[in-house]
């Protein structure tokens, strides 16, 4: 690991609290999840209406 990194995680963990970090560290993966999967549905939506019109 990154010696800036570990210490910027220490210091969050010191500042707020480890179960906040580890939160803010799963919403931020969940958040990336969420987009591609908005981005699949969206393309799923637009073939289904390709496929209804044609």
């Known amino acids: 690991m990154d010696e800036t990194l570990f210490k910027f995680l220490m210091q969050a963990?010191?500042?707020?609290?480890?179960?906040?970090?580890?939160?803010?560290y799963l919403f931020f993966r969940f958040e990336k999840?969420?987009?591609?999967l908005d981005h699949s549905i969206q393309e799923l939506d637009a073939d289904f209406h390709k496929k209804a019109k044609g």
């Open 13 to 24: 963990i010191n500042n707020v609290g480890f179960p906040i970090v580890v939160i803010g």
């Open 33 to 36: 999840k969420l987009s591609a």
